[in-house]
């Protein structure tokens, strides 16, 4: 089997989603992270805490000379500078996240008065890191097919890929639910409104959930938060609108959105981001058999619509009036949830180890 080494900034579920069958099929799996993944520790055959840039290259250069492979994770995607700089060991970057997904050109071009002003530029789409990185790796790999598209077509790139949505582990599935709760429930990212910068962080307002908090409070319609925050200046302005859930730890998570009705993809208004999302929270609610309603996100709307797991509405209004289809959904849900388990796509992810591992073979030969 495959000694595979995992080099990520945050160590996201999206790792430990691929490493656990790995792992159950006999891989070595290493990890390399600034941020220990409490209750996935012992998943890998070893794990390394670097605090820095100077741990990440010498615990690259420590593994060296026993990888197969190295499976760098963005954000931040300069892993595979790193890796390429040490050593000649395959390299491919999983690509969670771009800035390209985040604003478009047209965006860029309204915003970018206003940020010159400041003399700097604080909104953008091309990065040379991640142009770089990208084009460097000897395979990529996508959550999502439109995602991947969209990348690889802005910066041209021409090497092998994969897309491996964010499925989840048998072992995640839920079925012991906890108490009822109702309601709408969202999982994820939250940020503040943030007007007076119009940087970079307008490309983040996909993930600005205040109005349509707003809108669920004025019909009565409960909105719960699983975010991964607890500060006074969110719950200020969030907690007359929304239930707000401390953060939870991911297994716990999983078993607290059974409780509810609904899961969120997508936001009120339209954005880049949810564009293209093809995002873990889908495939969570999923796994906790949580009926998912998508309102602006249509990557997620076309496959929960395919598969009967969820609805696809314009507006919270559309949401209230169909609100007992969950009941019907959750049936259908259920019943073909299994289909999406990561042990049943994990092949996919071997089998490109395996083809960049020859490519490289073949190249150095």
């Known amino acids: 089997m495959l000694n595979v080494v995992m080099v990520s900034g945050h160590a996201c579920i999206r790792v430990h989603k691929m490493v656990t069958p790995l792992v159950q099929d006999g891989y070595k799996v290493h990890l390399l992270t600034k941020r220990i993944p409490p209750g996935f520790t012992n998943f890998y055959y070893s794990l390394t805490y670097c605090e820095g840039l100077a741990q990440y290259l010498d615990t690259i250069d420590l593994h060296a000379a026993t990888a197969d492979i190295f499976h760098c994770h963005n954000e931040p995607s300069w892993f595979v500078t790193a890796v390429k700089e040490r050593c000649d060991v395959p390299v491919i970057l999983d690509v969670h996240d771009s800035f390209l997904g985040r604003v478009t050109d047209a965006e860029v071009e309204m915003l970018m008065p206003k940020t010159k002003e400041e003399g700097e530029q604080k909104v953008f789409r091309y990065t040379s890191e991640e142009r770089n990185n990208f084009q460097l790796a000897d395979g990529l790999v996508f959550p999502g097919q439109k995602f991947a598209d969209m990348v690889c077509g802005a910066y041209k790139l021409q090497?092998?890929?994969?897309?491996?949505?964010?499925?989840?582990?048998?072992?995640?599935?839920?079925?012991?639910?906890?108490?009822?709760?109702?309601?709408?429930?969202?999982?994820?990212?939250?940020?503040?409104?943030?007007?007076?910068?119009?940087?970079?962080?307008?490309?983040?307002r996909y993930a600005d959930y205040l109005e349509l908090a707003k809108q669920c409070r004025a019909i009565n319609m409960d909105f719960n938060i699983y975010a991964n925050r607890h500060d006074e200046a969110y719950i200020n302005l969030y907690n007359d609108v929304a239930y707000l859930h401390p953060p939870h730890p991911y297994s716990e998570l999983l078993k607290s959105l059974q409780s509810h009705d609904w899961g969120l993809v997508g936001n009120i208004m339209s954005t880049p981001e949810w564009d293209i999302a093809f995002p873990n929270k889908m495939f969570e609610y999923i796994?906790?058999?949580?009926?998912?309603?998508?309102?602006?996100?249509?990557?997620?709307?076309?496959?929960?619509?395919?598969?009967?797991?969820?609805?696809?509405?314009?507006?919270?209004?559309?949401?209230?009036?169909?609100?007992?289809?969950?009941?019907?959904?959750?049936k259908t849900l259920i019943k073909n949830r299994n289909k999406f388990i990561m042990e049943n796509h994990i092949s996919k992810l071997k089998n490109f180890y395996k083809t960049i591992i020859l490519d490289s073979i073949r190249r150095a030969s």
Do not use: M, T
Request: some cysteine; hydrophobic content about 40%.
């Open 159 to 204: 090497q092998p890929r994969l897309v491996l949505p964010s499925y989840l582990p048998r072992a995640f599935y839920q079925y012991n639910a906890p108490g009822w709760l109702g309601g709408l429930v969202y999982e994820g990212r939250v940020d503040l409104p943030n007007k007076k910068n119009p940087g970079n962080e307008y490309g983040f």
């Open 287 to 330: 796994a906790a058999a949580v009926p998912v309603v998508a309102i602006n996100a249509p990557e997620c709307g076309a496959f929960i619509k395919e598969h009967g797991f969820g609805i696809e509405v314009e507006s919270i209004d559309e949401l209230a009036s169909r609100w007992n289809e969950h009941e019907q959904v959750r």
